[in-house]
């Protein structure tokens, strides 16, 4: 007697698990179509190369691609709203996500031959679009007036430009922004950090906040490439010379070592919430958790950050001297370069940034208004305390901003990560701040060859 | 494997068509009866071929390219082999996800099945209420790769988490498991150990199908539980076992979904988890270094085959196929 003992177990088992799979086979078929479908299409647009010079009034129907949270898309698609109201030929094909995911998002939709007209990207990664030709020059516009930059800050528009081609058109300015806990520490007696500042004083500082408050005083920001950024400036370096790296394994040694001795001072969380900081969204930075009395962000995202929780918060520059910050591009828009619509794209970029009701509407979501006439506007106008406040700041900042540096270069993304990985590394305990940079140095090398 | 390709003519493999068609004779019947079964393949056929083959094979052409996802195919620099070169001579990081890998594999794999069959040999008494458990031993498994419940799994391992309350109930300082690197890849693996449940139905099943004279003999002869287990049990249940193994095997080095959810896509808290199949998205996706990434998966796809082609001819030393004939 023997029911074939586990050959019969096994052949619903087996069936059991290989029917899905033909299935979800179909499934990718279907996407893959989808995916594919548009490829074509979009390669024959390619072709055709009808840019623009048709009837003015035939339908348009433009894709457009952002990050952000809930209350920008609000205010975009109430814009564009607009844009459509004065444009009645022209409807938007709306795609937005939250930051986490977006850039591999348009890689894949750049990938597939479904790019977005009209896209919204950062400095970290407009070098690697503009490097690689997927980013439409848009000096021949500016020349022309029909992308009027005109009430821009010159270094503004300027921070678009890589290898002297305008790549993206900044959607609104901003800076390194030194957010703290005001709350915490009017409850504690504790002074409120000024800008000016030294490191040196930012970091005692914090220990006393420790000390007194049990709420560490400051968040490292050794993994901070905007906080090394603005340190090496006032060393007189730069993140970038060229194609080449602007620092020196010496320079992110001392860098490491000052967040060292912070650190065994008690100026700072352990490195696994320090590690929290570093890999979290503004949302949950620690200024607003709770874990630690400052957090390094941008300016802009105050209102972000004050809507996450109840207590006050105050924004400064960044330690030391503050003229190595600049009018930051906080985000750009740029066209595809291949995109059959990319005059009507132009145009929604000019409106969005240079129409009064557009940008008054927008607000200060995406930076300061890049139009300084629009931002008077905006400024005088705005109710909402978190955006007023962060509007003082960058006026205040903007009579000491030093001259912009070059746009960040491709592999300027790997670099990032790769900052993130040493600092931690020396955070944990794991390496010296001199291995650490080491290693850093190296792989920066690599990444940018 | 080897099971599921033994013939059984009750599934119409090849084998029953030829035989059922030699009996009606003419080979222009034959002839339609295989076009209707490729027209009834087909549309799996097209997704093999659109979806599976050609990407296969544009991948195997891109790993020998310079290719950034973001201009077209035609325009990658071929690079010969300069991208194997690379991930073997020259990329630290490569192989320190391969070791991530294997040593994730290598601890997961066989405690999640040692764990399988233990509570699979609980089960498998006519307890009351035992399907109850069944079921609930097999929930987790059916929440399997998904995102949700790796985002609850970091907050259950946070410092302030979930199981760090528990173990103050007892005095026990927890630490930040999630985010200390030194704990982070293992906080992974007990998420892996705890979705045990697909291979545990799998064990159940094949333990079902023992046949219980076996156990009456071997108890006659004064074999006590243990050697029940160890003489009775365990070489009926190899092929099962062998099955579990390799099927778990690739799926423990293909992890993906907990170590990004986990890591928020880097791999950190410095790297301690980051998986191969991770590794290789970040370099293709966010390092926009697609070239370089499927030579990855290529070598990823040889490694697994030639782990699988160990397992199966190692498989004859222990694997027991015999339906008693031969005993």
Redesign the interface.
């Known amino acids: 007697m023997h029911p074939a003992t586990p050959p019969t177990t096994d052949a619903p088992v087996g069936r059991a698990h290989r029917t899905p799979l033909p299935r979800r086979r179909l499934l990718r078929g279907l996407l893959a179509a989808a995916v594919a479908a548009p490829l074509m299409f979009g390669a024959a647009a390619c072709g055709d190369d009808g840019s623009g010079a048709a009837d003015p009034n035939a339908p348009v129907k433009l894709s457009i691609f952002w990050w952000g949270g809930d209350a920008r898309a609000k205010l975009t698609e109430d814009a564009l709203a607009l844009y459509t109201k004065k444009h009645p030929n022209v409807t938007f094909e709306k795609t937005w996500q939250a930051n986490q995911g977006y850039f591999d998002k348009l890689a894949t939709l750049t990938a597939g031959g479904n790019p977005p007209d009209l896209f919204q990207i950062d400095d970290n990664y407009l070098a690697e679009y503009a490097a690689r030709n997927t980013t439409l020059d848009l000096t021949s516009y500016q020349k022309s007036g029909k992308l009027d930059t005109s009430k821009f800050p010159e270094s503004l528009w300027q921070y678009g430009v890589v290898d002297g081609k305008l790549a993206g058109l900044a959607a609104g300015e901003n800076t390194q922004g030194l957010v703290y806990n005001k709350t915490l520490l009017t409850k504690n007696n504790l002074p409120e950090p000024t800008t000016g500042m030294s490191w040196e004083a930012h970091i005692a500082w914090a220990e006393q906040v420790t000390a007194k408050t049990k709420v560490p005083g400051t968040q490292d920001p050794s993994a901070d490439y905007k906080a090394f950024w603005v340190w090496l400036r006032q060393q007189g370096k730069d993140l970038y010379k060229g194609k080449e790296l602007g620092f020196t394994a010496e320079d992110v040694t001392a860098w490491f070592d000052l967040w060292k001795g912070a650190r065994d001072r008690k100026a700072t969380p352990s490195a696994d919430i320090i590690h929290e900081g570093n890999s979290s969204d503004v949302t949950k930075q620690l200024v607003v958790t709770g874990k630690s009395a400052t957090s390094w962000v941008w300016a802009n995202q105050m209102p972000d950050l004050k809507k996450n929780t109840k207590d006050e918060l105050g924004v400064i520059a960044y330690p030391g001297d503050p003229s190595a910050q600049w009018a930051r591009a906080s985000m750009y828009w740029s066209v595809f370069k291949g995109s059959k619509n990319r005059d009507v794209a132009v145009d929604v970029i000019n409106f969005l940034n240079n129409d009064q009701e557009a940008v008054t509407l927008l607000g200060t979501d995406r930076g300061l208004p890049s139009n300084l006439d629009l931002r008077r506007v905006v400024s005088d106008n705005t109710t909402d305390p978190a955006m007023k406040q962060s509007i003082a700041v960058e006026a205040e900042l903007t009579q000491k901003f030093g001259p912009s540096p070059q746009v960040p270069i491709k592999g300027h993304s790997k670099v990032k990560s790769e900052l993130i990985k040493a600092a931690e590394n020396a955070q944990y305990g794991r390496a010296t701040p001199a291995e650490a940079a080491a290693q850093f140095v190296e792989a920066c090398k690599s990444a940018i060859a | 494997m080897a ?2 390709t ?1 013939p ?1 003519p009750t ?1 119409g493999g090849p084998g029953s068509v030829r035989a059922h068609t030699r009996r009606r004779g003419p080979g222009r019947i034959r002839h339609s009866e295989g076009l209707a079964g490729y027209v009834f393949l087909s ?2 056929l ?3 071929m ?3 083959a050609v ?1 296969m094979l544009l991948s195997l052409y891109l790993s020998f390219t310079d290719y ?5 195919f035609s325009e990658a620099q071929w690079v010969g082999w300069a991208n194997y070169e690379r991930m073997f001579t ?1 990329d630290p990081s490569y192989w320190h996800a391969v070791r991530v890998t294997l040593t994730f594999a290598l601890i997961a794999v066989p405690l999640k099945l040692a764990a399988a069959l233990g509570v699979a040999l609980l089960l498998n008494r006519a307890w009351r209420g035992v399907g109850l458990f069944r079921g609930l031993f097999y929930l987790p498994s059916l929440l399997g790769g998904s995102v949700a419940l790796a985002i609850v799994w970091v907050n259950m391992f946070n ?1 302030d988490g979930a199981f760090n309350s528990l173990l103050g109930l007892f005095g026990i300082t927890g630490k ?1 498991w999630v ?3 030194d704990w982070a890849l293992e906080t992974l693996m007990v998420l892996a150990i705890w979705q045990f449940g697909a291979p545990m139905v ?1 064990f159940l ?2 333990l ?4 219980t ?1 076996l156990y009456e003999a071997a108890s006659v002869d004064g074999a006590g539980r243990w050697r029940q287990f160890r003489n009775v049990t365990l070489p ?5 076992i062998f ?1 579990n193994l390799v ?1 778990e095997t690739i799926n423990g080095f293909q992890g993906f979904t907990a170590a990004f959810v986990l ?4 791999g ?4 301690s988890t980051l998986m191969y199949t991770l590794n290789l998205y ?1 370099t293709g ?4 270094d ?1 070239g370089y990434a499927s030579a990855m998966a290529w070598v990823f796809l040889l490694a697994i085959a030639v782990i699988t082609a160990i397992f199966f001819s190692t498989g004859r030393f222990w694997v027991h ?1 015999s ?3 031969d005993r």
């Open positions: 099971l599921t033994a059984d599934r549309p799996w097209i997704g093999l659109g979806i599976t990407p950034d996802i973001l201009t077209p020259a410092r930040p985010n200390d690197p799998i099943a094949g079902k199908q023992v046949p004279e009926m249940l190899s092929p099962v099955f099927l890591s928020n896509g880097t950190g808290p410095v790297d970040i996706f966010t390092d926009l697609m196929y339906d008693g004939e």
